[in-house]
């Protein structure tokens, strides 16, 4: 079972060659077995899970229409509401917080047939890089332990990748599903802004945050997306008619797609290893038919500040509602509203979140909001026409993900400025809300995944996929395990 894909996990479910709640078990088995190495899991629902899959084998057996992925476990990342389930943001400010509500994805999964088995470790609050920063500790790589799994999507991508579970639900905000997914040897899907509602997705940076899928492969991704998309009443920045449709199959050839592959991204500070996989995975879409062409990206000295700014600002805006008062943690001591304040949040909050947040407080502050924020705006701007030039003389962009493999635990986390540059690559998606698929390509010298990206124009989700499909259709990055996987 271990070793099929989603799709084949539920096939072989609707075939009646398993049943729903054995997968289940299965599955919470193996998470018992291996979670105390990884640390992906801060939260399994193991009696709501049985319940639920007796539910979804009842109306299998009743014949009722389903998705393709019915049966399937799936986990979330830990700031997606789920009714009943604690959800938390990895930060002691959320401890003890369980929703009264689920959030929209959450619904659409359970409306096909999915079985939700927990929560996902991540940065706290989704701020950092590493899913170091998190109040529920250090999420583990499978390919190496002693290393970072990426962030803030940390868990969602070594929970796949150590086989704990075939798919999971991450968010991305500047590249916190991707970076993970190139780190941990996983597939990932960064979609358009306003392609799947945020409803119940606890907010980081609400003009950037989107929900995606990871899993083993695009097949598995593209059949979660297709469940999660569509209009939402409850979000008005969701503004897709219709969910994603990706069953058609490619035809292989590529012929009259071409990508374009930025030239200064593969100058200065990248791994030579990282380059040399990102330039292989060029040949082999011009094996399949593709005109891959090298150009140079506009902006990029503008990219890393301008995210930074908008993001930490519209953090300091968002983190403002956890005052101490109305749900997470409360300090006992303090004796008056003044000391609840400043005691809650100073002992509620991680280091990286009070920076962030100091940080966007002081470019919204009257004194720099026009020297600051308002010129991140414009260059904002500037790099969404850029996309768009660029997408009328290319159908796709390829670019890394990021510029080195895993590193060591410990190793940047006192580092925040070289944390914050490891973006450099991924974080220009996000400011111009568009999509982008992060697919495995090979290994450095050490063994360790490197990963790179497709990015599309808004909505191109379908190209974007049916070209993923194409390239690991021929080769076998995405089937490779960690050599100490535990299954």
């Not at 940390?154 to 991305?172: M, N, R, Y």
Request: charged residues 20%; proline residues 4%; contains cysteine.
């Amino acid at each position: 079972m271990f070793e099929l894909s989603a799709l084949e996990l539920s096939a072989l479910i609707c075939e009646k060659k398993m049943s729903v709640t054995e997968a289940v078990r299965a599955y919470i088995d193996v998470i018992k077995k291996s979670d105390n190495v990884y640390n992906a899991f801060v939260a399994i629902s193991e009696e709501k899970a049985l319940a639920v899959a007796a539910d979804v084998q009842k109306r299998i057996d009743a014949g009722e229409k389903l998705s393709p992925l019915a049966g399937v476990p799936i986990a979330l990342k830990d700031n997606i509401s789920t009714l009943g389930i604690p959800t938390t943001c990895s930060s002691k400010m959320l401890s003890g917080y369980t929703p009264v509500y689920s959030a929209t994805v959450v619904d659409r999964l359970e409306q096909a047939g999915l079985i939700v088995l927990g929560k996902l470790n991540m940065d706290e609050f989704g701020m950092g890089g590493s899913s170091e920063t998190g109040f529920s500790g250090t999420v583990k790589n499978p390919w190496d332990v002693s290393r970072v799994a990426g962030g803030s999507s940390g868990g969602c991508a070594a929970a796949v990748a150590g086989g704990e579970i075939p798919l999971t639900l991450g968010s991305d905000t500047g590249g916190s599903i991707r970076q993970p997914c190139s780190f941990c040897g996983t597939t990932g899907i960064k979609p358009t802004y306003g392609a799947v509602s945020r409803y119940g997705l606890i907010a980081y940076a609400s003009s950037m945050d989107q929900i995606g899928p990871i899993g083993r492969d695009v097949d598995d991704c593209a059949a979660l997306l297709s469940v999660i998309s569509g209009f939402d009443r409850k979000d008005s920045t969701c503004v897709i008619k219709k969910p994603f449709d990706f069953r058609s199959a490619s035809s292989g050839d590529l012929s009259g797609v071409k990508i374009g592959l930025p030239r200064n991204y593969l100058e200065d500070g990248i791994d030579s290893s990282v380059k040399n996989a990102i330039l292989t995975a060029a040949k082999e879409f011009e094996d399949s038919g593709a005109v891959v062409e090298e150009f140079e990206m506009p902006l990029t000295s503008y990219m890393i500040a301008a995210y930074y700014i908008i993001a930490c600002a519209e953090a300091s805006s968002n983190l403002s509602r956890y005052d101490g008062l109305k749900y997470g943690y409360r300090n006992p001591d303090a004796k008056s509203l003044a000391d609840v304040y400043k005691l809650s949040r100073s002992e509620g909050f991680g280091l990286e979140v009070k920076r962030r947040i100091m940080l966007g407080s002081f470019v919204l502050s009257s004194g720099y909001y026009d020297a600051y924020y308002k010129k991140a705006l414009k260059a904002r701007a500037l790099i969404k026409d850029a996309y768009n030039k660029l997408f009328e003389l290319y159908d796709m962009v390829l670019s890394p993900i990021a510029p080195t493999t895993a590193y060591k635990l410990g190793e940047n986390i006192n580092d925040p400025m070289k944390m914050y540059l490891g973006d450099i690559y991924s974080v220009s998606v996000n400011l111009a809300g568009l999509p982008a698929v992060a697919l495995p390509c090979g290994f450095d010298e050490s063994g360790l995944p490197i990963g790179f990206q497709l990015v599309g124009d808004a909505f191109s989700e379908n190209k974007l996929v049916d070209t993923a499909r194409v390239y690991q259709h021929r080769t076998d990055f995405h089937k490779r395990k960690p050599p100490q996987i535990a299954f």
